[in-house]
């Protein structure tokens, strides 16, 4: 059972423009939802992460949405550029006893042409 | 400041072989965790560790196995390889267990042939 579902698995887009990745959750206990950024050979990074409590959450270029009643949250990269070019994932975890896994989506490859 | 180091950075087992990954941080964080990327499949979690001592298996962990006898060294070994577990190998820690950053070692690219 895929409990955090990510579209699309790749995305082109031009330069300056806005790249939008989303992804669903069926766990309602989630309750902490974060980025990760990956390059080619490295290792992910986080990129930024938000809690339930709050619907948007800005960091620079990048922005999560989250809509708790809908059980989606998605990453916006405003003004998206070639260094972007990365395979983000979005990922989710609960808090409470017996709950040490952070839950990955699959990714999606973003490649920022110029 | 090294964070996670992940050593070998590649390798190429037979089928049958076994080998341990070694995975290390110098950050004096409690949680490690080993994750599996594959095409199309994201990462998924082989086993975690909440602390010395104390390790549980995650959504993949069969054919794995591993220890935490300190707080710094979390190795995972490979029992018997297969060609199913041809894969990129993650590393991670975390200050605590729940609801904070992971750090990702650079990988190991394992190759069962």
């Known amino acids: 059972q895929q409990q955090v579902k990510q579209s699309p698995q790749s995305l082109i887009v031009q330069k300056g423009g806005i790249s939008i990745i989303n992804c669903a959750y069926e766990n309602t206990a989630f309750d902490y939802f974060p980025w990760y950024q990956q390059f080619p050979g490295k290792g992910p990074a986080l990129l930024i992460a938000?809690?339930?409590?709050?619907s948007e959450k800005k960091e620079g270029r990048f922005t999560i949405s989250f809509n708790k009643s809908a059980k989606q949250f998605s990453l916006h990269i405003m003004d998206s550029q070639p260094g972007d070019s990365a395979t983000y994932f979005c990922?989710?975890?609960?808090?409470?006893?017996?709950?040490?896994?952070?839950?990955f989506g699959k990714g999606t490859k973003l490649s920022v042409i110029p | 400041n090294a964070g996670v180091t992940q050593t070998p950075k590649f390798q190429v087992l037979k089928t049958g072989q076994s080998m341990t990954l070694q995975c290390a941080q110098d950050?004096?964080?409690?949680?490690m965790s080993w994750y599996r990327q594959d095409p199309g499949m994201g990462l998924r979690l082989i086993h975690y560790s909440v602390g010395a001592g104390i390790t549980d298996q995650g959504e993949v962990p069969n054919g794995y196995n591993v220890s935490r006898s300190t707080t710094e060294d979390f190795p995972l070994r490979l029992l018997s390889a297969a060609p199913s577990q041809t894969s990129v190998y993650f590393c991670a820690s975390s200050l605590r267990a729940m609801n904070t950053e992971a750090f990702f070692g650079q990988g190991t690219r394992l190759t069962v042939v």
């Open positions: 990922a989710a975890s609960r808090s409470g006893a017996g709950s040490y896994q952070l839950t």
């Open positions: 950050m004096n964080h409690e949680y």
């Open positions: 938000i809690r339930p409590d709050v």
